[in-house]
Nanobody, 119 residues
Framework: QVHMVESGGGLVQAGDSLRLSCAAS????????MGWFRQAPGKERELVAAISGGGTTYYGDSVKGRFTISRDNFKNTVFLQMNSLKPEDTAVYYCTAGYSIATIGQLYWGQGTQVTVSS
């Protein structure tokens, strides 16, 4: 059983920054692609960012240039640095894992952390 726990969400104003963290269990962490999905009421689930075991990254068009995904394989942790936050970024953010970026989210999911951005 693999456990993934997100933290770092909160209530901020437009233009502020947040850093989300996802701590995962398991010795195979470094072989997984890791990513962040978000879900807002009335909107479809969206893949925000992903990173392969080798460090290749993917970003959704809505966050490109503002968000940065990174990972620390020694600590089994993945991060999402979010800058220049907008009210449209308000959502529950979920940490996910997969065998590749193309199949991100098909292995494990965290419980989610709420990000709220006021105008």
């Amino acid at each position: 059983q693999v456990h993934m726990v997100e933290s770092g969400g909160g209530l901020v104003q437009a233009g502020d920054s947040l850093r989300l963290s996802c701590a995962a269990s398991g010795r195979d962490f470094s072989t997984y692609a890791m990513g962040w999905f978000r879900q807002a009421p009335g909107k479809e689930r969206e893949l925000v960012a992903a990173i392969s075991g080798g460090g290749t990254t993917y970003y959704g068009d809505s966050v490109k240039g503002r968000f940065t995904i990174s990972r620390d394989n020694f600590k089994n942790t993945v991060f999402l640095q979010m800058n220049s936050l907008k009210p449209e970024d308000t959502a529950v953010y979920y940490c996910t894992a997969g065998y590749s970026i193309a199949t991100i989210g098909q292995l494990y999911w965290g419980q989610g952390t709420q990000v709220t951005v006021s105008s």
